[in-house]
Every structure is written in structure tokens, then in C-alpha cells.
């Protein structure tokens, strides 16, 4: 098979190195236009891939892992130059859209992962060994058959792969604990793991409590107990991390905070429903990003 990873960052570096590891053919779509091969380490083995940009000819799997930012425009780029039939197309990104119903294309899929990686100069490293789970966008797709070729291939390179036709329980867990950890981390300047000292159940409890009405309100069951739990025990098993929010202000980048928080508060405003722990959230760590 062919594939394309789009976006270099670590959970793409992560695919594409375990993709070729497994004997697929992998090229790589930077950002930008660059003719030059793309390396990346990966345990202590340098690893070379050939760039490609879109339009593509032969049929390709593409794994999108951007930045949720990035999505639209990707999504856009991939409307102007149709993909050939028995292509997909894979998204993988950190929280929500508020239009994303209608940019989903047909074939699309949602991976959502616990694994951890991170990047370091051009290495990426596989940091905690987690598992995915892959579904279809589409809500109409979500009963149809798994593309099982592309599951196999997806599951040899990254085990374990569990296929869901519920990927938006899934999608909304992960909401809900980026929500729990990552702004914290930012207004408390600390890896995942120091924010233990630092008294933030209540005010979690309220960001969970927050999210699970307006989940329910879009017909997904969460319990807020559960969620806080859960980001608890991500916070232990990633007690080194930075997380990626806090990275991306460190580097001074754009941070998904209007993907995660944000999301949550605009979406609850417009359901009828404030969303004040959230909202905070959301401004507090603008603020912080500029
Ligand atoms: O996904 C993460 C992130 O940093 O974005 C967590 C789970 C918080 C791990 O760092």
C-alpha cells in the first residue's frame, strides 16, 4: 500500500517510521514545499522519506496528524485535488471543529490514540506504549464494514488497533481529558505530573461537569467522576510529559485551546448553556499564548 502522512510532528513521525517498519511504502507531506527527503530517527536509526504533495495519482491511505487548526485547510486542500478511489483518508488531532459534520469528507476516519510519543530535533520517541481505536467520521458511516486492509496494516504497524463504530465516545473522552490536563499545565507552567501539587480537583470537576452536558446534549453518555478519574490517572502515567499545549506556548506557537476548552464553551453557548469553568479556561490561556 501506499500511504501519505501529513504532518511530521510526533504522532505522524511515530506512523510513518512504524508504517515502514512494517514493509508499507510511506512518503511524507511537510507543511511547506520542500524537494528534499525528510529524515527522522527513531531508535537510533536514521530513516529517509520522500516528500509528495497532493494532487496524487495511484491510490494512497493518507494519516493526517495536524494540529487541529490545520484541519480545514488540509480538508480544503484534499476537496481541490479528489483523491483516486480505493484512497482513505485518516484524521488524527486533538479536539473538535465546530463545523466538522460538514467538512468530513465521504471515506473519512478518525484514530484516536493513547500512545504516547514525543519529538525531539528530528527524533521521535516513542514514549508510552498506548492503544488506538479507528472509525468512521461520517455518523451515517458509523455501522458500515471496516476498511479491513487499511485496519490490518494500521494494526500491524501500531498495535493495538481496535475498530469502533462509536468513535465519538472515544473522540470525547480524549476531549474531555486534554480539556482536564493540558490548560492546567500552561497556568501552572509544569510537567503533567506537578500538577498533583497544585489544588485543581474542584475546579476539574467543574470543566468535566461542563463537558458531559454538552456531550449528552450531542447524545454521548460521560460521567464526570469517570473523566476527572481518568485524567488522573493520565496525569500519573505521563507524570514527565509536557504536554502539548504547554510545549506549544513554550515555542511560542499557536496553542488547540480554542479546539478543547473553547470548543466546550462555544459550543455550550450556543446549546442554550454557559459553560464558566471552561470559558475561563479558554481565555486564561489565550491571554497566556499571546
Ligand atoms: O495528550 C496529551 C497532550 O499533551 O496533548 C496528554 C494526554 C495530556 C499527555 O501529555
Redo the contacts with the bound molecule.
Keep these: 500500500m501506499h500511504w501519505l502522512v501529513v504532518g511530521t510532528g510526533a504522532v505522524g513521525s511515530l506512523m510513518a517510521v512504524n508504517l515502514r517498519r512494517v514493509g508499507e511504502h510511506v512518503s511524507l507531506k511537510p507543511r511547506s514545499a520542500t524537494p528534499h527527503p525528510i529524515e527522522i530517527i527513531h531508535e537510533a536509526h536514521t530513516l529517509q522519506f520522500n516528500t509528495q504533495q497532493l494532487p496524487i495519482n495511484a491510490p494512497t491511505q493518507i494519516f493526517a496528524a495536524v494540529k487541529a487548526y490545520d484541519v480545514a485547510t488540509f480538508l480544503e486542500e484534499l476537496k481541490q485535488s479528489p483523491l483516486p478511489d480505493d484512497s482513505s483518508i485518516i484524521l488524527s488531532y486533538?479536539g473538535m471543529l465546530d463545523n466538522e459534520s460538514t467538512i468530513m469528507p465521504e471515506r473519512a476516519l478518525h484514530w484516536v490514540t493513547?500512545h504516547?510519543a514525543y519529538r525531539h530535533n528530528n527524533e521521535v520517541v516513542h514514549a508510552g506504549v498506548g492503544e488506538s481505536w479507528l472509525g468512521w467520521a461520517r455518523v451515517e458511516h458509523a455501522s458500515s464494514r471496516r476498511p479491513t486492509e487499511v485496519f490490518n496494516v494500521l494494526n500491524n504497524a501500531l498495535p493495538l488497533l481496535n475498530w469502533s463504530p462509536a468513535i465519538d465516545q472515544r473522540r470525547w473522552q480524549?476531549l474531555a481529558?486534554?480539556c482536564l490536563?493540558?490548560p492546567f499545565?500552561v497556568l501552572h507552567n509544569c510537567r503533567?505530573g506537578e500538577l498533583l501539587q497544585h489544588d485543581i480537583t474542584a475546579q476539574q470537576q467543574q470543566v468535566a461537569e461542563e463537558i458531559c452536558w454538552l456531550a449528552e446534549h450531542k447524545g454521548i453518555r460521560l460521567h464526570a467522576e469517570t473523566l476527572v478519574e481518568s485524567a488522573l490517572t493520565?496525569?500519573k502515567n505521563?507524570a514527565r510529559?509536557?504536554?502539548?499545549?504547554?510545549?506549544d506556548v513554550q515555542q511560542q506557537r499557536r496553542t488547540?485551546i480554542d479546539f478543547l476548552n473553547g470548543f466546550v464553551a462555544r459550543q455550550s453557548l450556543q446549546a442554550g448553556k454557559a459553560a464558566p469553568a471552561n470559558e475561563l479556561l479558554w481565555h486564561r490561556v489565550q491571554e497566556l499564548a499571546n
Design positions: 486533538n493513547t504516547g480524549k481529558i486534554n490536563i493540558n499545565t503533567n493520565v496525569i505521563t510529559n509536557y504536554s502539548s499545549m504547554l510545549v488547540e
